[in-house]
Structures are given as structure tokens and as C-alpha cells.
């Protein structure tokens, strides 16, 4: 099973700042790579794929970049509503594994 | 406008059974993969199960001989037949569709409900 290790856990930011989030496998994935945004009580919403394919809908201030085994996802100007927990997937290889979250805290 | 809307978690003793339903509307489930996946309280995120919509299921090792995934395509519903139940299986329980472009089994999920609490506990 490949491991997803996300860093930092957390990350005091203000908006209007840039915030700049890193996953990483264990195990090359190719770009087999999606970010994921839950805030509290909700399911999680798909943000990019690909590693850096917007999701219908995401406003163009998330971006995400990487393959292999290095991955980032950048927020470049931060709106109150971007304040959550942010996850990582790899789905190269089954099962596909998420890493354990960054939360975006004011 | 798609939407997914899970039901039927709650309380269960080590060792009951519990049958979780997802109810869907603006798409169908048998034209999808769709997956069951898990967030234990104050943890990430881990895959349960997916049915792949030729009918195929996959589920993962902790799984495996105690979760059954199913659906009904005439109710457009996703189910989750847990028996067996252990205290380590309590999690909220999302249903999820799998990018509809795929045919793997092992895929990113572009829509997701609200998810279902699941407690086992005596």
C-alpha cells in the first residue's frame, strides 16, 4: 500500500496570502494525484486531478503541480472560504490512499 | 444537479450488523464506479469498497468477508451490508462517485455525500 505523508499539519495563514501545501508518496504515482478540500460536517469536494487539473468549478486560485513522488497544492491568494482541511490521493495503485490532511487555520 | 445522501448508520455492539443506503439523484449509480469510503473521528481519509458498474466489486483487506457493496438500479441506490462490526470500523461512512471517465478500479471520486456516523461501541 502506498503511504501519503502531507505537510505541515498545519498551516496558520491570513487571507490574501499565499498558501503552498506538500504531499508526498511513498511510492512513485505517476500524476495519478488528486487534492481534496472538506470543511467541517461535509464530504470532501475534488479540487484538482492529475495532479494539476482543475475540477469544474475551482476558482483559478488553486493550482497543483508535482508527479512521481512529490506533489503541491498552492492557494495563491487566500478567501475566508478557503479555510479547511485539505487532502491528498493517490490512485495509481489499489487501494488508493489518502495522506492524513493539512488544515488551514487563520 | 448531482447529489448523493447517505443513511441508515447509528449505535451498534461489536458484532452487529448494520446496512448503510445512498441515495442518488442526477446521475446512475450503474453507469458509475462507486465507492464506499471511511473517515474514523479526527483521522484522514481510507477506502472501503467499490462496485464497479459492470457489477464487479473490489473491497479492502479489513475489510474483506464482513463488508458487502451493492446497488439497486431501480431505487438509484448504493448499499453497504456491514456485519461483523468492530469497534475500529466506527467512521463516518461517504458514498462517492469514481470519475466517470475511468476503468479502473482504483480512481479519484468527483462528487461525495455528506456521510453517515457509524459508532461501535458496547
Known amino acids: 500500500e502506498i503511504v501519503m505523508t502531507q505537510s505541515p499539519v498545519t498551516l496558520s495563514v491570513s487571507p490574501g496570502e499565499r498558501a503552498t501545501l506538500s504531499c508526498r508518496a511513498s511510492?512513485?504515482?505517476?500524476?495519478?494525484l488528486a487534492w481534496y478540500q472538506q470543511k467541517p460536517g461535509q464530504g470532501p469536494r475534488l479540487l484538482i486531478y492529475?495532479?494539476?487539473t482543475r475540477a469544474t468549478g475551482v476558482p483559478d486560485r488553486f493550482s497543483g503541480s508535482g508527479s512521481g513522488t512529490e506533489f503541491t497544492l498552492t492557494i495563491s491568494s487566500l478567501q475566508s472560504e478557503d479555510f479547511a482541511v485539505y487532502f491528498c490521493?493517490?490512485?495509481?495503485?489499489?487501494?488508493?490512499?489518502f495522506g492524513q490532511g493539512t488544515k488551514l487555520d487563520i | 444537479e448531482v447529489r448523493l445522501v447517505e443513511s441508515g448508520g447509528g449505535l451498534v455492539q461489536p458484532g452487529g450488523s448494520l446496512r448503510l443506503s445512498c441515495a442518488v439523484s442526477?446521475?446512475?449509480?450503474?453507469?458509475?464506479?462507486m465507492n464506499w469510503v471511511r473517515q474514523a473521528p479526527g483521522k484522514g481519509l481510507e477506502w472501503v469498497s467499490v462496485?464497479?458498474?459492470?457489477?464487479?466489486?473490489y473491497e479492502v483487506d479489513s475489510v474483506r468477508g464482513r463488508f458487502t457493496i451493492s446497488r439497486d438500479n431501480s431505487n438509484n441506490t448504493l448499499y453497504l451490508q456491514m456485519n461483523r462490526l468492530r469497534a475500529d470500523d466506527t467512521a463516518v461512512y461517504f458514498c462517492?462517485?469514481?470519475?466517470?471517465?475511468?476503468?479502473?478500479?482504483?480512481?479519484?471520486?468527483?462528487?461525495w455525500g455528506q456521510g453517515t456516523l457509524v459508532t461501535v461501541s458496547s
Open positions: 442526477g446521475f446512475n449509480v450503474n453507469d458509475n464506479f
Open positions: 462496485i464497479h458498474s459492470g457489477g464487479s466489486t
Open positions: 490521493q493517490q490512485y495509481n495503485n489499489w487501494p488508493g490512499t
Open positions: 511510492h512513485s504515482v505517476s500524476r495519478n
Open positions: 492529475t495532479a494539476s
Open positions: 462517492a462517485r469514481g470519475d466517470p471517465s475511468t476503468l479502473s478500479k482504483v480512481h479519484f471520486c468527483d462528487h
